[in-house]
C-alpha cells in the first residue's frame, strides 16, 4: 500500500532520471546539479514512504517482492549520490536514476492492496540486519555494474579512437571508474557475507538449523562464490579494466536472473520477498 | 576638424604569406622606439598602438582622418623596415570606426586567430597596449577600445567552448592519458627516441603531473643530455625490454624499418604489468609500433594520425563555438559604438558649456557698477539667481543632445547644430554681439 510520499518520490526519481540523460546527451547545457537535487529530494520523499510503512509493519517493510525492490532502489539512490557527489561521478546518475526509477515503477505496480503482515517467526531484531546487510550488498553491486557500463562505453570509444569531445575533462578516467568498481565490489561482497552468516545465525535460532539448501540460500551461495572468484581474480592474476568490468556485469545478471527468479518461482523460507 | 576614429593598418596570415609577415615584424624590443618615432614623425595619428606576433603585424590607432593616417602610416613602415610598398601594400587591410573595432575585439577572442581560440593573443595584445601606454601613445580611445577587447575576449573565453579540447598532437596526446589514468604522479613515462615531438609531448606530460621519465635512445648521448635536461632515467637501448614494463606511457619517435615490438612480445609485458593499462604515442614514421597492439586488453595505441584526427575533431568543434564568439563581439561592438558616439559629444557640450558660462560673466560684468552697490546677501542672490539659470540650460541643452538619435550620424548632426546656435557663430566678446542685444532693449 503506498503512502502520499510514494507518487512524489516517483516523480522525482522519474525527472532526475531524465535530467542526468539530458546532461549526458548535451554535453553542453549543465544539468547534472538539478539532477542531483531532484535524486535527493526523491531520495528524501521516499524516506518518508519507507517509514510509513514501516511504523505500519512493526519492523522494516520488506515483506513482500515489491516492498524489498523499493527498499533496495532507496538504498541505492542513497549510495548512488554517495558516488555521484563524493567523487564526483555524476555519469553514474544516467545509469542509476533511471534503474531506480523503472524498479520504482515495477514495485508499485506490483504492491498489493491491503495491510502486509509480516509472518510471525520473522518478526525479530535480525530482520532488519540481515535484509539491511544484503540490501545494501546489492546496492553496491548495481552501482559496480552501472560502474562497469560506464567503463566498457569510455574504453571501446578509446580503443576505437573516436576522437574526444571537448567536455571530455569532466569524465572520470578508465582508471578511476575501475578503482572505483573494485571498492564496490569489495564493499559488495562484505556486506553479502554478512548478510549470509548473520542469516544462517538467524535460521538456527528459528528453525535450529543453519542452513538448509532451499533455493534462495542455495543461489546466494553461487553469487558469493562467483563474485569471490571475480575478486580474487585481480588481486592475484591482475585482472583489471574490460575484462573485469565484463565480468561484474556478467555475475550481477546471474545475480538479478537469480534471485527474480527464485523469489517468483520459489519462494521458500524467504517467503517471495528477495531480502 | 574631422571626426575621431579608430583605425587599423596591418596585415595577417589571411592576406600575407610568412615571408612577407617575417620582414615587417617588429621584434619586443623595438617597439617602444617606433611607437616613439611615430609619435614624433606621422603628425596626423594621435593615439597608436603596435601589435606584433608570428600572425600578424597592425598598428591600432587613432586619428582625424584614417586615410590620410593609413598612407603615412605605411610609408612610415616601408621606411623604417626597409621594405618596399609593393611588397607588402596588397596585403595590407585598412579598417576603420566600426569594421576597426570589430576586428580588434575579434583577434582579442582569438577569432582571427590560424588556430581559433588559442590563448597566447590575448596576452599579446595586452603587452600591445602596455607598450603603448608606456611610450605614452594611448589616449582615451585606445584606452576604451583595448579594454573593451579584453573583457569581450574573456566574456567569449567564459561563455563558449571555444578555448576547449586539444587541437595539437602532442595536446590530443596529454588529452588522451588524462582519460585512460586518474592520478599522474605514480605514473611512468618511456621515451623511445629523443625526437624533438617526443620531447614536446613529455614536457606536457609532466606539466599535468607525471614525474619519473625513463629515456632509451639509439644514440646513448643523446638519451643523456635528455635525461639531464627533462629530469629523467637514461636507459641503453640494447636494454629496454626490462624497463618497459614499468612505462604507463610509451612515447616512440625511433627512425626504424618496421616496428620494435611485435604484438606476442607485447602480450608478455602486459602480463608482467598484470594488466595495469599502457598508453602507446606513436610519433615514429614509419611506425614504431604495430598496430595490432591496440587490440591488447588495456592497451591503447595511437599513431600520428590518430592523434591528428583527436585534434581536427577538436578544431572543428572549436569553429562550431567560434559563431556563438562573433554573436558576442556583435553586442560587444554596440556598446562600444554608443560610448564612441558620447565621446563625440564631448567636445561640443565642453564649448557649449564654457559659451553659455562666458555670456553670464559678461553680463555679470556690464552690471557690474549697481551690483557693486548691493548689499552682501542680495549679491549673493543675484549670483545664485544667474547661476542656476545658466545651469538649467546647460541641463536642458545637453539632455536634448544626449537622447538625440540612435546612431552616431544623429548625433553627430545634433552636436553640429547646437554647436552652430550657441557658440560657433557668434563671438562672445565682439562688441557687435552687445550692440544686437542692445538693440533688442527697449
Redesign the interface.
Known amino acids: 500500500m503506498g503512502s502520499l510520499w510514494l507518487l512524489p518520490a516517483i516523480a522525482c526519481y522519474a525527472l532526475s532520471a531524465i535530467l542526468f540523460l539530458a546532461d549526458r546527451m548535451s554535453g553542453k547545457v549543465r544539468l547534472a546539479g538539478w539532477a542531483i537535487m531532484t535524486l535527493g529530494a526523491g531520495a528524501v520523499l521516499h524516506a518518508l514512504d519507507l517509514a510509513a510503512r514501516g511504523l505500519q509493519a512493526g519492523n522494516i517493510p520488506v515483506a513482500n517482492f515489491a516492498e524489498s525492490l523499493s527498499f533496495l532502489a532507496w538504498v541505492t539512490a542513497l549510495a548512488s549520490l554517495l558516488l555521484i557527489v563524493r567523487l564526483r561521478m555524476s555519469v553514474i546518475g544516467a545509469y542509476a536514476a533511471p534503474a531506480i526509477a523503472i524498479a520504482m515503477g515495477v514495485s508499485t505496480a506490483m504492491t498489493t492492496r491491503g495491510r502486509l503482515v509480516l509472518p510471525a517467526p520473522l518478526q525479530s531484531v535480525w530482520l532488519p540486519i540481515h535484509v539491511g546487510l544484503a540490501i545494501v550488498g546489492y546496492a553496491m553491486f548495481i552501482l559496480a555494474a552501472s560502474v562497469s557500463l560506464v567503463y566498457l562505453a569510455y574504453e571501446s570509444r578509446l580503443k576505437a579512437k573516436r576522437p574526444l569531445k571537448p567536455d571530455a575533462e569532466r569524465l572520470p578516467s578508465l582508471e578511476k571508474l575501475d578503482r572505483v568498481n573494485y571498492s564496490l565490489l569489495a564493499w559488495g561482497f562484505v556486506m553479502l557475507s554478512a548478510a549470509i552468516v548473520t542469516g544462517a545465525i538467524w535460521a538456527d535460532a528459528t528453525w535450529g538449523h543453519f542452513w538448509s539448501w532451499e533455493p534462495k540460500e542455495s543461489w546466494s551461495l553461487v553469487i558469493w562464490i562467483l563474485y569471490a572468484a571475480l575478486l580474487e581474480s585481480r588481486l592475484t592474476v591482475g585482472w583489471r579494466g574490460r575484462r573485469a568490468a565484463a565480468l561484474t556485469i556478467v555475475v550481477f545478471v546471474v545475480l538479478v536472473g537469480s534471485f527474480v527468479g527464485v523469489s517468483l518461482v520459489f519462494p521458500g523460507k524467504h517467503g517471495g520477498s528477495f531480502g | 576638424m574631422g571626426k575621431t576614429t579608430l583605425f587599423i593598418l596591418g596585415l595577417s596570415h589571411r592576406t600575407a604569406p610568412v615571408a612577407v609577415r617575417e620582414r615587417l615584424a617588429y621584434a619586443e624590443a623595438e617597439i617602444p622606439q617606433t611607437l616613439a618615432n611615430i609619435k614624433q614623425r606621422v603628425a596626423s595619428v594621435s593615439e597608436v598602438a603596435i601589435l606584433s606576433t608570428c600572425n600578424r603585424v597592425e598598428m591600432v590607432g587613432v586619428a582625424a582622418d584614417s586615410s590620410v593616417a593609413c598612407d603615412e602610416l605605411a610609408a612610415f613602415i616601408a621606411q623604417d623596415r626597409q621594405v618596399g610598398l609593393p611588397v607588402f601594400g596588397d596585403a595590407l587591410y585598412r579598417m576603420e570606426g566600426r569594421e576597426a573595432a570589430r576586428h580588434l575585439f575579434r583577434v582579442g577572442a582569438s577569432l582571427d586567430s590560424m588556430m581559433v581560440g588559442e590563448p597566447q593573443i590575448l596576452g599579446q595584445l595586452k603587452l600591445a597596449y602596455a607598450e603603448a601606454a608606456r611610450a605614452g601613445t594611448v589616449g582615451l580611445v585606445l584606452h576604451r577600445a583595448f579594454h573593451k577587447a579584453f573583457s569581450t575576449a574573456k566574456r567569449i573565453r567564459k561563455g563558449t ?1 571555444i578555448g ?3 587541437v595539437s598532437v602532442s595536446s ?1 596526446a596529454v ?2 592519458a ?6 599522474l604522479s605514480d605514473k611512468t613515462v618511456m621515451l623511445m627516441g629523443a625526437g624533438k615531438m617526443a620531447e614536446l609531448t613529455a614536457r606536457q606530460l609532466q606539466s599535468i603531473g607525471i614525474e619519473s621519465l625513463l629515456i632509451t635512445s639509439r644514440t646513448f648521448d643523446n638519451a643523456v643530455t635528455l635525461a639531464r635536461e627533462l629530469g629523467g632515467t637514461a636507459v641503453p637501448f640494447d636494454n629496454y625490454r626490462p624497463y618497459l614494463k614499468m612505462a604507463d606511457v610509451v612515447i616512440g619517435s625511433i627512425s626504424v624499418a618496421k616496428p620494435i615490438i611485435g604484438p606476442e612480445e607485447f602480450d608478455a609485458v602486459i602480463r608482467e ?5 599502457m598508453f602507446l604515442i606513436d610519433l615514429g614514421v614509419p611506425r614504431n609500433f604495430d598496430e595490432r597492439l ?2 591488447i ?2 592497451v ?1 595505441l ?1 599513431d600520428i594520425d ?1 592523434l591528428g ?2 585534434a ?3 578544431r572543428a ?2 569553429e562550431k ?1 567560434a559563431d556563438k564568439g562573433e554573436e558576442i563581439v556583435e553586442q560587444e561592438l554596440k556598446s562600444f559604438e554608443h560610448w564612441m558616439a558620447g565621446l563625440d559629444l564631448v567636445p561640443t557640450i565642453k564649448d557649449i558649456r564654457y559659451s553659455i558660462e562666458r555670456l553670464r560673466d559678461v553680463e555679470l560684468g556690464r552690471n557690474q557698477s549697481w551690483i557693486a552697490a548691493l548689499g552682501p546677501s542680495e549679491r549673493e542672490r543675484v549670483e545664485l539667481l544667474t547661476r542656476s539659470l545658466t545651469n538649467k540650460l546647460i541641463h536642458r541643452i545637453l539632455l536634448g543632445l544626449r537622447q538625440g538619435g540612435n546612431s552616431a550620424a544623429d548625433n553627430n548632426y545634433a552636436a553640429e547644430v547646437a554647436r552652430r546656435l550657441l557658440c560657433g557663430e557668434f563671438d562672445l566678446d565682439d562688441p557687435e554681439f552687445d550692440a544686437i542685444e542692445d538693440d533688442d532693449e527697449p
Open positions: 567552448l576547449h579540447g586539444a590530443a588529452a588522451l588524462r582519460q585512460i589514468f586518474d592520478r604489468r598484470r594488466y595495469r593499462p591496440n587490440s586488453e588495456n591503447y595511437y590518430d584526427q583527436v581536427d575533431k577538436s568543434e572549436r563555438e
